[in-house]
T-cell receptor
Framework: GQQLNQSPQSMFIQEGEDVSMNCTSSSIFNTWLWYKQDPGEGPVLLIALYKAGELTSNGRLTAQFGITRKDSFLNISASIPSDVGIYFCAGLNSGGSNYKLTFGKGTLLTVNP | NAGVMQNPRHLVRRRGQEARLRCSPMKGHSHVYWYRQLPEEGLKFMVYLQKENIIDESGMPKERFSAEFPKEGPSILRIQQVVRGDSAAYFC??????????????FGSGTRLTVV
């Protein structure tokens, strides 16, 4: 089946630092999504990317959809303590199963105040 | 405007018992998806349902697991004769259109199943 390789697995940073994480795939996805999951909660959508090469921002978050449609990155600028959580990339399939999300294994972000 | 509601939030079952997980989609959403998350893993697709129809159950184990989304009432994920390996967080998501459209899915807070 399809797999997403997400890195890094975890990050420990100081408040105010910038963060970057990425996902790569051997398969093409038509849509890339970035989610954040807080402990004991479900994933919450942060950014959705629909076109190859697209660069989208949401506040301090910036994400890009790779030109090859096989990768994406997420940047968080000027991190704050509430950025702590697990960040997941997800690709939405193309074609007949365009409802099925494939998730990466997540990046656990810890922000030291 | 309530989000996707899942209950119970936590469920403990002994091996061999049945587990029933409920999901009420967002108002106006007729597409429901179930995902399973094992510890330190991403979510894995299980099943996609529309009202009264199973569209894709390719991610669901063929034995002991079943799902339904009746005309009235919540979607139910049912696990019969649970085993320890069924312990996981089960998430439901809903959308107004297949694949979520421009907003993607909306996920519920999940049901954490523990089999003892």
């Amino acid at each position: 089946g399809q797999q997403l390789n997400q890195s890094p697995q975890s990050m420990f940073i100081q408040e105010g630092e910038d963060v970057s994480m990425n996902c790569t795939s051997s398969s093409i996805f038509n849509t890339w999504l970035w989610y954040k999951q807080d402990p004991g909660e479900g994933p919450v959508l942060l950014i959705a990317l629909y076109k190859a090469g697209e660069l989208t921002s949401n506040g301090r978050l910036t994400a890009q959809f790779g030109i090859t449609r096989k990768d994406s990155f997420l940047n968080i600028s000027a991190s704050i303590p509430s950025d702590v959580g697990i960040y997941f990339c997800a690709g939405l399939n193309s074609g007949g199963s365009n409802y099925k999300l494939t998730f990466g294994k997540g990046t656990l972000l810890t922000v030291n105040p | 405007n309530a989000g996707v509601m899942q209950n119970p939030r936590h469920l403990v079952r002994r091996r061999g018992q049945e587990a029933r997980l409920r999901c009420s989609p967002m108002k106006g959403h007729s597409h429901v998806y179930w995902y399973r998350q094992l510890p330190e893993e991403g979510l894995k697709f299980m099943v996609y349902l529309q009202k009264e129809n199973i569209i894709d159950e390719s991610g669901m184990p063929k034995e002991r697991f079943s799902a339904e989304f009746p005309k009235e009432g919540p979607s139910i994920l049912r696990i019969q004769q649970v085993v320890r390996g069924d312990s996981a967080a089960y998430f439901c998501a809903s959308s107004p259109a297949p694949g979520g459209g421009s907003d993607g899915y909306t996920f519920g807070s999940g049901t954490r199943l523990t089999v003892v």
